[in-house]
């Protein structure tokens, strides 16, 4: 799978999961500034990550993910075979410009993002 081919499936999953709580939720277009218009009002940028090995020779892993931060709320999907869903607002990330989680198992980490994780009660 190629990454746009797994970008647009965390999009899908990330629908799901909005729909699944009852909100309504419209896919933007390719470039757009975010990925999904949920309830006619909030912007949800997404990103995923499949855990992979830092650049730089030393043998540290992570997921990483690039972001812009147009968004109301970003969801950042870390997927080890599963997904893992990060839900953060936009001000809680501020002008960073990646995210990173240093765990394979998302659930253990204990760093800045921890406290988002599963967080859907974010999107309101």
Known sequence: MDRFEFGRLAEQKVAYELHKRGHEVAFQGYRAPFDLLVDGRLRVEVKASRWHQQRGGRRRYRYQANIRNEADVVVF????????FFVIPAVAVGERRHLCVRRYDPGEYEGQWSEWLGAWDVVC
């Open 77 to 84: 999907c870390c997927v080890n075979g599963d997904f893992h």
